[in-house]
């Protein structure tokens, strides 16, 4: 396993180079979800470990340039979408700051950052995975070009810890198409960078599909790092902890072996725990809303009569999240469009498929 300590740059002994790059990393959804954060171990570091599909067409696209810093300058300026974005600097900010020590060399050099999203922004889809993602993506190529002769696999292993810092989940967006994170007694996972599911990946979930069926394109009523949070002190954390320890190694089985009838009982139970721990926190958080309740009881009823093999999953929103074998797909989706659209905002679906991480374009 790599160690922090494996992956800091070198100082820079010369100016620092000017470069100019294009990076797009996907959103991920959690099977095995990570909700809560262990204390004094450090910055992101998950309760427990979970499993996600790398997503493809739910991506952010960004556009990095490096230049030296003049004296007195700042260290980066950032648009969302062709505009500046106030809201979104203090995070970046801190998020510059703890991968500093990572990447020394970003003290003597002005990011000029713009990112746009192929989804909508903080409405249950993980845009701060995809965006953080991205950006270490980039800063990794920046790294690459100023100190040649890194191995692929450490600038991958480093480009996951990096965004893990920004964004937990953003650590499962850079490679796929099944990304573990948090140490498992079971699995050669880590806490600090996402792994690769290193077993084949059964024929009957290759090309997964996944349509995200957009109920409320809002503002979430709770960000994920206030929900983490609750986690401590909530009086069924430990097992649920438990729980998500068992259902990670079930959920990795069913993939390597084509249990579907295993993976929909274990995958929608995981969506459930997940809004059944915030709205038994204090403060509680209901996210559902009346449209998702009855998309679910819809995705129950049509898998009953057809016997097909798709669930659901919920990212901790209001959206749902309907996955299922290509093999069904040409079924699938016009049932998708004539009875679960009029559940949707504006009859909004995004239909997506499994991925395989960040790339350059």
Not at 97 to 122: A, E, G, K, M
Not at 198 to 221: A, R, V
Request: with cysteine; hydrophobic share 40%; glycine share 8%.
């Amino acid at each position: 396993m790599w160690t922090e300590k494996d992956l800091i740059s070198p100082r820079l002994i010369a100016e620092a180079i000017s470069f100019e790059t294009k990076w797009q990393a996907p959103s991920n959804i959690a099977l095995v979800k990570y909700w809560g954060k262990k204390s004094g171990v450090g910055p992101q570091i998950p309760a427990n470990a979970s499993v996600s599909f790398t997503l493809s067409a739910c991506k952010t696209e960004t556009e990095l340039q490096v230049r030296p810093r003049k004296t007195g300058e700042s260290g980066f300026q950032f648009a969302f979408e062709g505009k500046a974005k106030p809201s979104f600097e203090p995070k970046l900010h801190d998020f510059l700051q703890r991968i500093t020590p990572l990447c020394p060399y970003l003290d003597d050099v002005h990011l000029t950052i713009n990112s746009s999203n192929t989804f909508p922004h903080s409405s249950g889809i993980a845009s701060s995975a995809s965006g953080m993602a991205a950006l270490s993506a980039a800063i990794m190529a920046y790294e690459q070009a100023q100190f040649p002769g890194m191995s692929p696999e450490k600038a991958l292993v480093k480009a996951s810890w990096l965004a893990r810092l920004g964004s937990g989940s953003a650590c499962r967006s850079l490679g796929g198409p099944v990304v573990l994170w948090g140490q498992h007694e079971s699995f050669n996972s880590s806490d600090e960078y996402g792994t690769a599911m290193e077993q084949p990946l059964h024929p009957d979930f290759q090309g997964c599909h996944d349509s995200i069926l957009l109920i409320d394109t809002g503002e979430k009523q709770v960000s994920s790092t206030v929900g983490h949070g609750l986690m401590k002190g909530h009086p069924f954390a430990a097992a649920r902890f438990e729980q998500a320890k068992t259902n990670l190694t079930e959920v990795i089985n069913c993939l390597q072996t084509g249990n579907w009838t295993q993976f929909i009982a274990l995958v929608e139970s995981e969506a459930l725990t997940l809004h059944a721990m915030m709205m038994t926190s204090q403060p509680y958080f209901i996210l559902m809303r009346p449209n998702t309740l009855a998309v679910l009881e819809k995705i129950g009823q049509f898998r009953h009569e057809t016997g097909l093999p798709l669930c659901y999953t919920l990212d901790a929103g209001a959206n749902v999240h309907l996955l299922y074998a290509d093999s069904a797909a040409a079924i699938v989706k016009p049932w998708i469009e004539s009875e679960l659209n009029p559940f949707c905002h504006e009859n909004r679906v995004i239909h997506d498929q499994m991925g395989m991480g960040a790339s350059k374009f």
